[in-house]
Every structure is written in structure tokens, then in C-alpha cells.
């Protein structure tokens, strides 16, 4: 929706015309799109929307602005057939994902169910296919985990055990603070909230604004491929699983572990990701962005669900491919 957005408000000013009618079109289009049941309703919006920035009613928009809003609708169709073509309605029957183990790694170390649930598939196996933003491919920054049982790996899981042993009530609410699990608005969605209070906090203007959340949400949307590709081609297990073989002592982690793979984390790179491209737009509050990049990273160690290295690799994960998008000429320049 914000690549429409952007690109709708880009063209928009480059032809003369009101890029907020291009924008409001471009977006119901792809809403539509996305929550196809409310289909109609977005459009109805985008008009409403256009009627009021236009000061007119639709009957009597003027040439000029009709020729906006026929562009944002043509810009969102284009992002919708994008999305179309981009691989990721693979493995849904329209009800539920089908997955059966395909080529996966089941040696020691692998990936199994976790308690107390033991859900089954995990998400989004097929997901290292789908096509990125900016990437190269997905595997363009994949990096590399401790080997199952190395010295790393031990003292990374003893460290996770350690820490579910002592957990303070202060780690617990880190940990709860930045769980975004199932139902909620979910680790790129807290992060683009947290970017609506950056935005009003230093007064960003609309065109600055619309650029800010494209490349957040492609830098979201290209470090979640990256992460789960990363999952899926080493399938490495959670702590919860390996502890008791390892250690003789079983770990209870502090939260729910979620359906997938460990390394690397998604939490932290998603994080990582968000943090640099805000801090790039809002300098003066970058250092502040990193660290709570750096607490919700932390928080997945906290929560007794990730390993450390599973948190500092996303994190540098998710900050190289902020920075490829950042480094990308589609943005034109600065507004």
C-alpha cells in the first residue's frame, strides 16, 4: 500500500497534478485488494476522500483532478498485479496452508514442534520463494549459525537458561512489550506505529512522509524474505527443544515459542531494519531508534524463545537490508 502511495504522490507532483487525490486512489486500490470482502467500501472511501480534499462533490470535479484519481487508481491496479505475480499465494487451498516437509534439514539440531502446542505447519515455509522488493535475491544476506553443539551454541543456550531461571518482573515486561505474536498488530506493525509517533514528534511533511513509510515498509517487507529464507534453509531448532538433550535441564521459556524455525530472529531484524531506515529520515533520533532496536531484540532472549546469536545476526540482517534500500535509486531525490 505505501509503495502505491508513494509512487502515486510522486508522479502526481511530477505532472502538476493534486497528489493527494493520486495517493487516496492508489491506496483504496490496493486495500480493495487486500481486504477483498471490503472491496467496495475502499473505493467509496477513496471518493469520499477526493470529494473532501477537492472541496467539490464528484459530480462536479473538475478535469484535472479526475485525471489525478484516474492515476492513482492506475497505480494501484499496477501494485496489485505486482503483488499477483509475486509468489506468495503458493501452498494455500483458500482455507489453510499445505505443507508436507519438502526438502527440508532433519538432522541434529532441526526444527521440531514446540510446546505446549506443537503447531504444525510452520508459517510460512514457502516464503523464501516469493519475490523481494530490492533484494537480489533472498539469500543475498544470509549469514551463517554456530554449528549445533559448538562451543558458541552451548554457551548461548546455557545463557537462555540462565536468564529464564533469574528473569526479573522488569525483563518480563521487555519481553511482553515487544511480543507481537498472533493477533496483533505483529513486529512490522509496531514498528510502523512507533514511525506514525517519530512522524508527528518532528512535523514531517506529507511528501517526506509518504517516502519515510515506502521504504520502511520495503525494508520490512524484504527483511521478513530474508529472515525466512534464512529459517527455512538452516531449520535450526528452539531452545525449548534442545535444551533438556543438551544440558539435562529443560527450559521453560517465559513466553510462547512461535511456529518456526529459530535463527535467525525476526524480531530483531525486522528491528534492526525499521530502526535504520527512521533513523536515516530523523537523524536526531537515531541513536534512540537503535536501542530499542537493541531492547526488542533482547526481548526474544528475555522471552526464552531465541538464542542470542539468533538475535545479533537478525539484527545486522535486518540493517543490511535497510541499508540496500536505502542505497536504492527508485526514491528519487530527497523531497
Same mark, same amino acid.
Given at each position: 500500500?505505501?509503495?502505491?502511495?508513494? !509512487?502515486?504522490?510522486?508522479?502526481?507532483?511530477?505532472?502538476?497534478?493534486?497528489?493527494?487525490?493520486?495517493?487516496?486512489?492508489?491506496?483504496?486500490?490496493?486495500?480493495?485488494?487486500?481486504?477483498?470482502?471490503?472491496?467496495?467500501?475502499? !473505493?467509496?472511501?477513496?471518493?469520499?476522500?477526493?470529494?473532501?480534499?477537492?472541496?467539490?462533490?464528484?459530480?462536479?470535479?473538475?478535469?484535472?483532478?479526475?485525471?489525478?484519481?484516474?492515476?492513482?487508481?492506475?497505480?494501484?491496479?499496477?501494485?496489485?498485479?505486482?503483488?499477483?505475480?509475486?509468489?506468495?499465494?503458493?501452498?494455500?487451498?483458500?482455507?489453510?496452508?499445505?505443507?508436507?516437509?519438502?526438502?527440508?534439514?532433519?538432522?541434529?539440531?532441526?526444527?521440531?514442534?514446540?510446546?505446549?502446542?506443537?503447531?504444525?505447519?510452520? !508459517?510460512?515455509?514457502?516464503?523464501?520463494?516469493?519475490?523481494?522488493?530490492?533484494?537480489?535475491?533472498?539469500?543475498?544476506?544470509?549469514?551463517?549459525?554456530?554449528?549445533?553443539?559448538?562451543?558458541?551454541? &552451548?554457551?548461548? &543456550?546455557?545463557?537462555?537458561?540462565?536468564?529464564?531461571?533469574?528473569?526479573?518482573?522488569?525483563?518480563?515486561?521487555?519481553?511482553?512489550?515487544?511480543?507481537?505474536?498472533?493477533?496483533?498488530?505483529?513486529?512490522?506493525?509496531?514498528?510502523?506505529?512507533?514511525?506514525?509517533?517519530?512522524?508527528?514528534?518532528?512535523?514531517?511533511?506529507?511528501?517526506?512522509?509518504?517516502?519515510?513509510?515506502?521504504?520502511?515498509?520495503?525494508?520490512?517487507?524484504?527483511?521478513?524474505?530474508?529472515?525466512?529464507?534464512?529459517?527455512?534453509?538452516?531449520?535450526?531448532?528452539?531452545?525449548?527443544?534442545?535444551?533438556?538433550?543438551?544440558?539435562?535441564?529443560?527450559?521453560?521459556?517465559?513466553?510462547?515459542?512461535?511456529?518456526?524455525?529459530?535463527?535467525?530472529?525476526?524480531?530483531?531484524?525486522?528491528?534492526?531494519?525499521?530502526?535504520?531506515?527512521?533513523?536515516?529520515?530523523?537523524?536526531?533520533?537515531?541513536?534512540?531508534? !537503535?536501542?530499542?532496536?537493541?531492547?526488542?531484540? &533482547?526481548?526474544? &532472549?528475555?522471552?526464552?524463545?531465541?538464542?542470542?546469536?539468533?538475535?545479533?545476526?537478525?539484527?545486522?540482517?535486518?540493517?543490511?537490508?535497510?541499508?540496500?534500500?536505502?542505497?536504492?535509486?527508485?526514491?528519487?531525490?530527497?523531497?
Amino acid at each position: 500500500m505505501h509503495v502505491a502511495m508513494h !509512487d502515486a504522490q510522486a508522479l502526481a507532483l511530477a505532472r502538476g497534478q493534486d497528489s493527494r487525490l493520486a495517493l487516496s486512489m492508489a491506496a483504496a486500490q490496493v486495500l480493495g485488494y487486500l481486504f477483498a470482502a471490503e472491496e467496495r467500501a475502499f !473505493d467509496r472511501l477513496g471518493f469520499a476522500i477526493a470529494a473532501k480534499l477537492s472541496g467539490q462533490a464528484l459530480g462536479e470535479l473538475n478535469d484535472a483532478d479526475r485525471q489525478a484519481m484516474l492515476l492513482g487508481y492506475q497505480v494501484g491496479r499496477t501494485v496489485v498485479q505486482y503483488a499477483e505475480q509475486d509468489g506468495a499465494q503458493r501452498g494455500w487451498n483458500g482455507l489453510r496452508l499445505q505443507y508436507y516437509g519438502e526438502q527440508r534439514y532433519y538432522g541434529p539440531g532441526a526444527w521440531e514442534p514446540t510446546p505446549p502446542y506443537f503447531y504444525y505447519p510452520p !508459517d510460512e515455509p514457502f516464503a523464501p520463494g516469493w519475490t523481494p522488493w530490492m533484494l537480489s535475491s533472498n539469500a543475498e544476506f544470509r549469514p551463517v549459525p554456530p554449528a549445533y553443539g559448538s562451543p558458541r551454541y &552451548l554457551q548461548d &543456550l546455557k545463557e537462555v537458561q540462565e536468564v529464564a531461571r533469574s528473569l526479573s518482573p522488569a525483563q518480563l515486561e521487555i519481553a511482553k512489550f515487544w511480543v507481537d505474536g498472533h493477533g496483533s498488530v505483529t513486529p512490522p506493525g509496531h514498528w510502523n506505529q512507533i514511525a506514525l509517533e517519530e512522524v508527528k514528534r518532528v512535523g514531517l511533511g506529507a511528501a517526506a512522509t509518504a517516502r519515510l513509510f515506502a521504504q520502511l515498509n520495503v525494508a520490512l517487507a524484504d527483511t521478513f524474505l530474508a529472515v525466512w529464507d534464512c529459517k527455512y534453509h538452516y531449520w535450526t531448532a528452539r531452545p525449548v527443544t534442545v535444551a533438556a538433550p543438551l544440558t539435562g535441564q529443560p527450559l521453560k521459556p517465559a513466553l510462547l515459542t512461535p511456529p518456526f524455525p529459530s535463527y535467525v530472529s525476526g524480531h530483531a531484524a525486522f528491528s534492526g531494519a525499521a530502526a535504520r531506515i527512521l533513523g536515516r529520515t530523523i537523524p536526531a533520533r537515531a541513536a534512540a531508534l !537503535d536501542a530499542m532496536a537493541e531492547e526488542a531484540a &533482547l526481548s526474544r &532472549l528475555l522471552a526464552g524463545i531465541h538464542f542470542r546469536h539468533d538475535n545479533e545476526d537478525g539484527l545486522k540482517l535486518g540493517r543490511q537490508v535497510a541499508d540496500k534500500v536505502l542505497a536504492s535509486p527508485a526514491w528519487g531525490a530527497s523531497p
